[in-house]
């Protein structure tokens, strides 16, 4: 019984610490929703050399990151380091010759990221 509840109190805490999904629209519940990231970028370096320029970049102003890799590219994030309210997504993507980034989260809009992000494309 204490299980069941420890795993409860556990699920509230993560589901309370979850960003808020968009607003639901009642007339056209399936429609897709707004979505404009902060800001899009391509860079003809590789996705290692870009994430080796933003891990520097991050590093030497002693901010905290992390890193998913996938197939195409990763992920970087600060969310864990900071609150959910003031998390970034740095996604890049591999796309033939060139590479393609998006920055969102409500974090995106700092100077610090976005000077990051520049200085590396």
Do not use: H
Not at 71 to 84: A, E, I, P, W, Y
């Amino acid at each position: 019984m204490r299980d069941i509840g420890i795993f409860t109190l556990l699920t509230v805490i993560v589901t309370a610490a979850a960003p808020a999904s968009p607003a639901y629209n009642r007339a056209a519940p399936f429609a897709a929703q707004e979505y404009s990231p902060a800001k899009l970028f391509v860079t003809a370096k590789s996705t290692d050399q870009f994430a080796s320029c933003f891990a520097g970049r991050e590093d030497s102003g002693g901010v905290p990151w992390s890193f998913v890799p996938k197939d195409d590219g990763g992920t970087f994030s600060n969310l864990g380091s900071r609150s959910g309210a003031s998390a970034y997504f740095l996604v890049v993507s591999d796309r033939g010759a060139r590479r393609e980034g998006r920055l969102e989260g409500s974090g995106a809009s700092e100077t610090g990221i976005n000077r990051a992000v520049s200085q590396c494309v």
